[in-house]
């Protein structure tokens, strides 16, 4: 008989997964929940709870049945460009406006990869700041500010 044994990387991770489901059902049974025709406001957030549970069994399972590839090489590179580009775009939006914000938090998350050009990613951030004006502005009708009072306009 095999003696038991557990992935470390999916034990890891399987902990992690059921550690944080775990403390977000704790906080929303604080919460009313109410029924599932009459949702209280801590229904989803202990629905979703519960399925990060469940994941985390699910991941806990595998790791004793089969063992993964240990953890590689950690992309600091990409966590530096794309974390930060969510928290510019929500301190800038206001200051800025939409168009620039977008624009600029393309520019900053496009460089996560080593192998973008700066002319690729100028031309991506436009395409991307075009779209998300067409689709917010005309397709869903949003009221926004286009430009922001930081702008001299």
């Known amino acids: 008989m095999k003696p038991f044994a557990i992935d470390r990387t ?9 550690a944080f489901g ?8 604080g919460l009313e929940i109410g029924t599932a ?3 209280g406001p801590g229904y989803f957030p202990l629905a979703l709870a519960v399925v990060l549970i469940l994941l985390g069994v699910v991941i806990l399972v595998q790791a004793v ?28 939006v206001r200051g800025l406006g939409f168009i ?13 990869s080593a192998r973008m050009k700066p002319l690729t990613a100028l031309m991506l951030s436009a395409g991307l700041t075009l779209f998300a004006f067409l689709v ?16 001299p306009m």
């Open 100 to 112: 620039p914000s977008i624009f600029l938090t393309a520019l900053i998350a496009s460089f996560a």
């Open 37 to 39: 025709f009459r949702m």
């Open 136 to 151: 917010f502005s005309y397709a869903l009708g949003l009221p926004f500010q286009r430009f922001g009072p930081w702008l």
């Open 65 to 92: 049945r089969f063992e993964s590839e240990p953890i590689g090489h950690i992309a600091w590179r990409g966590m530096l460009f794309i974390l930060p580009a969510p928290i510019f775009f929500g301190l800038t």
């Open 22 to 29: 775990a403390f977000f059902a704790a906080q929303s049974l």
């Open 10 to 18: 999916n034990g890891l991770c399987a902990a992690l997964f059921i």
